[in-house]
């Protein structure tokens, strides 16, 4: 089989190849079982692959942004898919081995066993590029499947130097890449994969969704959505403004879990705001030139928040500049903005901001963020600043979303023992460590009958005195 990240040239036989490709995948998968020994190997490789390659692929995908921060890179795409693909070495021997389970009849035994898939599809999305690859794909091989993964046209350079990578690194029995546009992606949803995983907008999630359902492929989508931070009268102000501002300018606020608007009292909202612009100034100072701030990825995002902030101006209390500088739209540079008190139906607060523009909401009294947060989508993740753990649990207890974090934003990514995934239009399906493990598996039951064969004897007449009497100490006994 020939590596697919060449392919796509022309349509019809590509298509032909590909799908051959995968049900040759398929049987691959199902006649001959990766041993733990194999799956040890497989992500002992991927590590070394980042580790030997992590400068060239700094350098492809700041060529892609027209500028990203190689720390940027570093740290969030290449430490971050270490450390996943780290973890489940760690955990592997453990995740993997059959868990004993009770049974309510005598002498017999009750196990299960996780099984792999078989051939998981991940689509890969463009802001963070590799750790969005290799953190699903390390549960993926960790659970023993093989891979096909559809990087993001968006990042060419990038995708082709990961998928000339992995062609390196891997056989193409064991991962496996395909490259092409949009068409090709609706195309790649609609195979009939193990399953399939998709990281991107929720608009785009339906699509992958449907096209999936035809071959009921289960799914994993990480949609992201608008994820608030909520701060509280007993926070401390310039601890929470610095982190949620280092949050929305990282990767100039290209993070699907980035905080997409505040919600703060009305009486220490100023306070809140010259903490924030004071911050940015400290540590990025211009933003036209700096080689820290990372641009925004293509002429179409650029227009579209150009045009969120054109509308939330018409409709808001105010606009505040980080500096004076003014935008290098061209080349992506955007100089950060604090909007104060938009209006609901302004655009900025109806969709996903995804760059470097912060609403801020002011309330009177926690019940309004309360309202605020049940009437609209659950969101990727909820962030919390106070010092009054009793608001916190009670909007844990009040709220819905993928996950709840109390004084900080963004870190709980870090910590693989946590299961990472959204709920209702910010996702479905969580991934990481164990968690990633359990989603790439299949887990069989087992069950192994006595001597007696109790549970099977009691279904069949006839029903006399003394079955009757079995039956109904089975009822009492619970």
Not at 177 to 195: E, I, N, Y
Not at 255 to 262: E, G, R
Not at 453 to 462: K, Q
Request: with cysteine; glycine share 6%.
């Amino acid at each position: 089989m020939t590596n697919l990240s060449i392919l796509f040239n022309n349509q019809n036989s590509d298509i032909h190849t590909v799908s051959a490709a995968l049900l040759n995948l398929r049987h691959k998968s199902r006649a001959v079982l990766l041993s733990n020994e194999q799956r040890y190997s497989l992500l002992k490789r991927s590590i070394l692959l980042l580790q030997e390659n992590q400068e060239d692929l700094c350098e492809a995908y700041s060529l892609d942004f027209g500028h990203r921060a190689h720390a940027n890179t570093l740290l969030s795409d290449i430490l971050g898919s270490i450390d996943a693909l780290k973890h489940s070495i760690d955990g592997l021997d453990i995740w993997s081995r059959d868990e004993h389970r009770e049974s309510p009849f005598p002498g017999t035994q009750s196990y299960v066993q996780y099984r792999p898939l078989g051939v998981i599809g991940i689509m890969s999305p463009w802001n963070f590029p590799l750790v969005l690859t290799f953190g699903p794909l390390s549960g993926v091989i960790a659970a023993g499947n093989r891979a096909i993964i559809k990087p993001s046209e968006l990042t060419p350079n990038g995708s082709q130097l990961m998928c000339k990578l992995i062609a390196e690194y891997f056989s193409p029995e064991e991962i496996s890449t395909v490259q092409g546009d949009t068409a090709v992606s609706a195309f790649f949803a609609s195979l009939p994969f193990d399953h399939l995983v998709f990281t991107g907008s929720s608009a785009t999630g339906k699509h992958v969704m449907r096209a999936a359902a035809d071959n009921l492929t289960p799914v994993t989508l990480e949609l992201g959505g608008k994820s608030p931070a909520i701060i509280s009268q007993s926070a401390d102000l310039k601890k929470a403004a610095e982190k949620i501002m280092t949050a929305k300018l990282f990767n100039a606020g290209q993070i699907c879990i980035a905080p997409d608007y505040v919600m703060i009292p009305e009486t220490i909202v100023e306070e809140f705001i010259a903490y924030a612009v004071d911050f940015l100034q400290d540590t990025y100072g211009s933003y036209r030139n700096n080689p820290d701030y990372t641009s925004v990825i293509n002429t179409t995002h650029t227009r579209r928040l150009n045009e969120l902030l054109d509308d939330a101006m018409t409709c808001c209390e105010r606009v505040i500049l980080v500096n004076n500088e003014p935008d290098l739209l061209s080349e992506g540079r955007m100089n950060p903005r604090i909007i104060l008190n938009p209006s609901d139906k302004s655009r900025i607060m109806q969709e996903e901001i995804f760059g470097p523009l912060l609403p801020v909401i002011t309330y009177k009294n926690p019940d309004e963020y309360i309202e605020r947060l049940q009437k609209n989508e659950k969101p990727l993740a909820l962030y919390f600043f106070g010092g009054n753990k009793e608001e916190f649990h009670e909007l844990s207890c009040k709220s819905d979303s993928g996950a709840i974090i109390f004084n900080d934003v963004m870190s709980h990514v870090l910590v693989h023992d946590l299961p990472f995934g959204g709920v209702g239009h910010s996702g479905m399906g969580a991934y990481h460590g164990q968690d990633g493990f359990r989603r790439f598996s299949h887990t069989r039951a087992i069950y192994i009958q006595s001597d007696t064969a109790l549970s099977h004897s009691l279904m069949h007449p006839p029903f006399n005195n003394e079955k009757l009497k079995q039956i109904t100490d089975l009822i009492s006994r619970s």
